[in-house]
């Protein structure tokens, strides 16, 4: 189609500047197109805008694609949603869903007397956090930091406060991302977990039985997750002969150089007497902070219970403390020495990573586990625990269980009041 224009004897002349014109042209649909010659030309135009734009699509499907694979590999949630500081609709949606679930049995926002969560910015922030809308319908609805939480926070905070720990868990970090990352190296690692649960079970160095010596992931730590940690560590643990396994055979056939370095260097911090040693000590201190972690995530424990379990949790860290270190270095020596590990000398002296002459201390490498790294991360792990549940916390917590309604109030004592 063109465009139409009347056919007329004399045609109005129209003013163009100081000059007029005249239209002398006849109209498309009485004699056709007639510069059929430059199609070709406006074929290149569209071909070149096509092909431009396919590039653009691709550049932004690659980028998305590279996102992704580096959101999974740093284990990074997906965030499609408004998550700033300026953002007013965070808890919006969360709290609307809660308040149908509430709705739903019949429980009104106005006698909400507490609320729990995790310590994040989006869900106990006063301003923007789930908590503040709730305050605002219900001014009784106290905000309580989850208690599972704090346990998993204190251990975190106490890793990072110890440079030994800190430099193990990036370590742990870099080894799981390396290998769980690709589905071909998570196909080698289970090939070589069968392989090595069939020779410890033919050597008699593994228990047979019902739901034993199953082919199990690694198991990626995470800073929300509760017990992710400690999963983590008893999932190496278990198929550390499996992963040093893998971590040969990517040295040896890995696609890229950096992923052979990779490889190449989480395979040295495997096999060092160090790494080892932590290892077992954080797995010894998680197998008892896990007993507490888990009992405060049942719906059926008490204040009282809960309160109990953390008295607990401090004595059994303090008895590790005091009495543990021969245990943990006789079993760190005997998984060394069935690897191949090489040991140091324990009344060696130490010598310090830092380059300054003249040092003056004398102290033995035994001396060094014993007191800069076992002790030091045990005591830290213990001021958390005070920090996080201090005495005057625990104490209101056990009188407030004195309100308890349960069996006409058989836990009442007006002396603890």
């Known amino acids: 189609m063109g465009p139409y224009q009347h056919?007329?004897?004399?045609?109005?002349?129209?003013?163009?500047?100081?000059?007029?014109?005249?239209?002398?042209?006849?109209?498309?649909?009485?004699?056709?197109?007639?510069?059929?010659?430059?199609v070709n030309d406006g074929d290149k135009v569209m071909n070149r805008e096509s092909s431009e734009q396919i590039q653009k699509n691709r550049l932004r499907l690659?980028?998305?694609?590279?996102?992704?694979?580096?959101?999974?590999?740093?284990?990074?949630?997906?965030?499609?949603?408004?998550?700033?500081?300026?953002?007013?609709?965070?808890?919006?949606?969360?709290k609307k869903e809660i308040c149908n679930v509430l709705t739903r049995y019949n429980l009104e926002i106005n006698n909400?007397?507490?609320?729990?969560?995790?310590?994040?910015?989006?869900?106990?922030?006063?301003?923007?956090?789930?908590?503040?809308?709730?305050?605002?319908?219900?001014?009784?609805?106290?905000?309580?930091h989850c208690f599972a939480h704090r346990l998993q926070l204190a251990l975190i905070n106490a890793a990072e406060k110890e440079i030994s720990t800190w430099i193990f868990f990036s370590n742990l970090t870099?080894?799981?991302?390396?290998?769980?990352?690709?589905?071909?190296?998570?196909?080698?690692?289970?090939?070589?977990?069968?392989?090595?649960?069939?020779?410890?079970?033919?050597?008699?160095?593994?228990?047979i039985g019902r739901g034993a010596n199953q082919i199990g992931n690694l198991q990626r730590p995470g800073t929300t997750r509760w017990s992710s940690h400690f999963d983590s560590i008893c999932s190496l643990i278990d198929m550390y002969d499996a992963i040093v396994n893998v971590l040969e055979n990517i040295i040896k056939d890995g696609s890229y150089i950096s992923m052979r370095g990779e490889a190449g260097g989480s395979l040295i911090v495997m096999?060092?007497?160090?790494?080892?040693f932590i290892l077992h000590l954080?797995?010894?201190?998680?197998g008892i902070t896990n007993l507490l972690s888990g009992a405060l995530q049942r719906k059926s424990i008490d204040i009282l219970n809960a309160m109990n379990l953390i008295f607990f949790t401090k004595a059994l860290l303090l008895k590790l403390r005091?009495?543990?270190?021969?245990?943990?270095?006789?079993?760190?020596?005997?998984?060394?020495?069935?690897?191949?590990?090489?040991?140091?000398?324990?009344?060696?002296?130490?010598?310090?990573?830092?380059?300054?002459?003249?040092?003056?201390?004398?102290?033995?490498?035994?001396?060094?586990?014993h007191y800069d790294i076992f002790n030091a991360v045990i005591d830290f792990q213990l001021e958390e625990l005070n920090f996080r549940f201090s005495d005057e916390t625990v104490e209101l917590l056990s009188l407030s269980s004195t309100l308890d309604t349960n069996d006409k109030f058989k836990n009442f004592n007006i002396d603890k009041i």
Not at 178 to 195: D, F, G, P, R, V
Request: aromatic letters at 10%; one cysteine or more.
């Open 282 to 286: 954080m797995h010894k201190i998680m």
């Open 271 to 276: 096999k060092s007497f160090d790494f080892i």
């Open 322 to 369: 005091n009495d543990g270190f021969d245990i943990v270095l006789s079993n760190v020596i005997s998984f060394c020495t069935r690897l191949d590990v090489d040991i140091p000398e324990m009344n060696a002296r130490y010598k310090k990573y830092s380059r300054l002459c003249g040092q003056k201390d004398t102290i033995t490498v035994e001396h060094h586990f």
């Open 7 to 38: 056919m007329l004897s004399e045609y109005p002349r129209s003013e163009f500047g100081k000059q007029q014109c005249k239209s002398q042209q006849s109209a498309f649909t009485v004699e056709g197109f007639k510069s059929w010659k430059r």
């Open 62 to 94: 690659v980028t998305t694609i590279e996102s992704v694979r580096w959101l999974s590999l740093q284990a990074c949630a997906l965030r499609g949603h408004d998550e700033s500081l300026d953002s007013q609709n965070r808890a919006a949606t969360l």
């Open 112 to 144: 909400m007397r507490g609320q729990g969560y995790d310590d994040a910015s989006n869900m106990n922030g006063i301003f923007n956090g789930l908590q503040a809308p709730f305050l605002k319908d219900c001014p009784y609805a106290y905000y309580v």
């Open 174 to 207: 870099t080894i799981i991302n390396l290998i769980t990352s690709s589905s071909k190296h998570n196909t080698e690692l289970q090939s070589a977990q069968a392989n090595e649960i069939a020779r410890s079970i033919v050597d008699g160095n593994r228990e």
